[in-house]
């Protein structure tokens, strides 16, 4: 088979396979960009949520003080946590919750409220160190 053959055929097949399918399903997008600007909206919103969740576990003044107490800078625990992937931020949120929840329930004293928000601040600056 001679290459000018080969390249007729190549041709016409491509003709073919363009002119086989209507052009409304050639520009059919298999997800809408409406539908993927939604999802994005929602990641976004989410995102927000949960790092105000995490924000918000150091934001009294005894949680301050107990940051500052351990060496920490709280202003920098706070950047910390915008800097966490969204997988971090997802986990610390529901555990934050579940802290505030049991600390509600009686479970924990003050004291050790304080000394578990330490801990997690000191956990965050590993993450966003590493």
């Not at 003709?15 to 809408?32: G, K, T």
């Not at 919103?45 to 969740?53: D, I």
Request: hydrophobic share 50%.
């Amino acid at each position: 088979m001679s290459i000018k053959l080969r390249v007729g055929v190549l041709v016409v097949g491509l003709l073919v396979i363009s002119f086989a399918f209507p052009p409304s399903l050639r520009a059919q997008h298999v997800v809408r960009p409406a539908d993927i600007h939604k999802e994005l909206v929602k990641a976004t919103e989410r995102r927000t949520q949960n790092r105000e969740k995490v924000q918000e576990l150091f934001s009294s003044k005894e949680a301050q003080n107990a940051l500052k107490g351990a060496g920490m800078d709280p202003g920098r625990v706070r950047n910390a946590v915008a800097m966490l992937n969204d997988a971090e931020l997802a986990q610390l949120a529901a555990r934050s919750d579940k802290l505030r929840e049991d600390f509600a329930a009686g479970a924990f004293s003050n004291r050790e409220l304080l000394i578990i928000i330490v801990v997690v601040a000191v956990i965050i600056l590993v993450l966003v160190a590493v």
